[in-house]
């Protein structure tokens, strides 16, 4: 099994910035990638972007691109989503993802509410 801890959402004006952290712990051999993706009230879950387990390949959202950028640390445990520029339409719960040979693992959310 696998599990995820996320942090960091919170209440920001717009224009701001938030980093979230998603921190896995248990079996996490064979992952080969990681995500995040948002869910706003009364819409579908989304993709927001994607990290390779080396880190040397990242996709965004078109929505996203220039604005948020995800990473991961050197002990490839923990990703992060820096999100910078932050407008209302980022409103929403935050996920991230963990995908592996075996099956994929999602973390429990974490809430993102930009002001206007």
């Known amino acids: 099994q696998v599990q995820l801890e996320e942090s960091g959402g919170g209440l920001v004006q717009a224009g701001g910035s938030l980093r979230l952290s998603c921190a896995a712990s248990?079996?996490?051999?064979?992952?080969y990638s990681w995500d995040w993706h948002r869910q706003a009230p009364g819409k579908e879950r989304e993709f927001v972007?994607?990290?390779?387990?080396?880190?040397?390949?990242?996709n965004y959202a078109d929505s996203v691109k220039g604005r948020f950028t995800i990473s991961r640390d050197s002990s490839k445990t923990t990703v992060y989503l820096q999100m910078n520029s932050l407008k209302p339409d980022d409103t929403a719960i935050y996920y991230c993802?963990?995908?592996?040979?075996?099956?994929?693992?999602w973390g429990q959310g974490t809430q993102v509410t930009v002001s206007s």
């Open positions: 993802r963990l995908n592996r040979y075996g099956g994929n693992y």
């Open positions: 248990g079996r996490t051999f064979n992952t």
């Open positions: 972007a994607s990290i390779s387990w080396t880190g040397g390949s990242t």
